[in-house]
Structure formats: C-alpha cells, structure tokens
C-alpha cells in the first residue's frame, strides 16, 4: 500500500539559515508528490508538486523539494527560513493507479527570531 | 472565485445529537475530499467524490457518518449520533480532473466539538 512518512514531528531553524523538513515515501506504481503548509487556525496550502521531469522541483514562498527516486525521498528545503515560514507542513504521494492522496503526519516547523 | 466554503466555522454540540457540516467545493471541480484532522491521527480522508458520486468511503470511521453530493455545488458530512470522540476539525477540499491537475484545494475548516 502506498504511504508516506514524515520522520520529524517539529524541526527549528534559527531566522536566515537553510531549512529542510523531510519525507519518504511508498507506492508501487510511479508518485505523484506534494508539499502542502497550514497556517493556524487554516486549511492546508499547496505549496509545489512532482510529477515527472526534473527532479528538483520550485514552488512558493521560495520552497523547493527535491525527488529523489533511489531513496524515496522528497524533502522541502529552501535556502534562507522567514519567522513567517513558521507552520505544519505536510507530505503527500499519490499512486496514479488510484485517486487516493496520501498525507503524511505533519512536521511543525519553527523557525526561530 | 471565493475558494472552497465551508460552514459553520465553529460548532459545538452534546454528545448524542446531529451534526450536518457543509461545503461548497471551487466550480468546475470534479473531485470533492472530506478530510479530519485531529492531533492523535493527524489528517485522514474520509470519503471522496468524483462527479457527485462517492467513489471511496473506506475511511469513514462507523455508521454514524455519512456523506453525500446532491449537486456539483454542494456536499454534507453528517454525523449522527455524535460521540465526543468525532471532535476534530472537518475539512473539504476540491481539485479539477486528476488528468490536469492533482492539486487539492482546501477549504477553512470547521471545528467540532461534542461535549
């Protein structure tokens, strides 16, 4: 079955240094992934997606992730944290050979003053 | 367009009675998700739509829940009776055909609390 799996529950990172919040990933078939951010008291945002293609992927805010199909990883990163990086952010693959999108638990990150 | 609507925001109930939440998903959306999200279980998918039509219901909890789609335009999750243990906050989202796009667009919420 597929599956995803975010290790850290909460990560932090001083203001100005490079952030990575980390998922790996199951599925049989090939994944679709996505990085979503909630907010407080939010739904949840699409943050940046890979299908297929190059394997490092932009999106918003300045987050980038890149796939990494040798060790099922798809990690968030970017390159310098904002105080307003501050949230939960959330994994998710999907296997193509059905509809369902998988979300991982969520990893809250802070980034610190 | 106003995003995915849902109401209420808030609800708070006693245990025993029904609840019936509400969304309104983006037009032009085939897909509709119901997601609950709670500290203990994080987000699960509870049932999901395609074109009104329920196509996986397998992570709805009991009986008690049901959900429907009368229209493109609108959707129910209903919970009856409700138990403490339902509270959570409820979230609807919708994205366009899977060929296009997979991006899902949630709406704000709605916050349930069964005293």
């Known amino acids: 079955a597929q599956s995803v799996a975010q290790p850290e529950d909460q990560v932090n990172v001083a203001e100005g240094n490079p952030l990575t919040v980390k998922c790996t990933y199951s599925?049989?078939?090939?994944?679709?992934l996505f990085w979503y951010v909630q907010y407080p008291n939010r739904g949840l945002q699409f943050l940046l997606k890979?299908?297929?293609?190059?394997?490092l992927v932009k999106g918003s805010y300045g987050f980038e992730a890149e796939f990494n199909k040798s060790q099922t990883s798809f990690h968030l990163k970017k390159p310098s944290a904002l105080v307003s990086d501050s949230a939960l952010y959330f994994c998710?693959?999907?296997?193509?050979?059905?509809?369902?999108?998988?979300f991982g638990k969520g990893t809250r990150l802070h980034i610190l003053p | 367009d106003a995003g995915v609507i849902q109401s209420p925001r808030h609800e708070v109930t006693e245990m025993g009675q029904e609840v019936t939440l509400r969304c309104k998903p983006i037009?032009?959306?085939?897909?509709l998700f119901w997601y609950r999200q709670t500290m203990m279980r994080g987000l699960e998918l509870l049932i999901y739509?395609?074109?009104?039509?329920?196509?996986?219901d397998s992570g709805m909890p009991e009986d008690r829940f049901s959900a429907k789609m009368p229209n493109a335009s609108f959707s129910t999750l209903k919970i009856q009776p409700s138990e403490p243990r339902d509270s959570a906050v409820y979230f609807c989202?919708?994205?366009?055909?899977?060929?296009?796009?997979?991006?899902?667009?949630f709406g704000p919420g709605t916050r349930l609390t069964v005293l």
């Open positions: 890979y299908i297929t293609g190059d394997n």
């Open positions: 989202a919708s994205s366009l055909d899977r060929f296009r796009t997979d991006t899902q667009y």
């Open positions: 739509f395609n074109n009104n039509v329920p196509i996986d």
């Open positions: 998710a693959v999907r296997d193509i050979r059905d509809d369902k999108i998988i």
């Open positions: 599925v049989s078939g090939n994944p679709y």
């Open positions: 037009s032009g959306h085939d897909y």
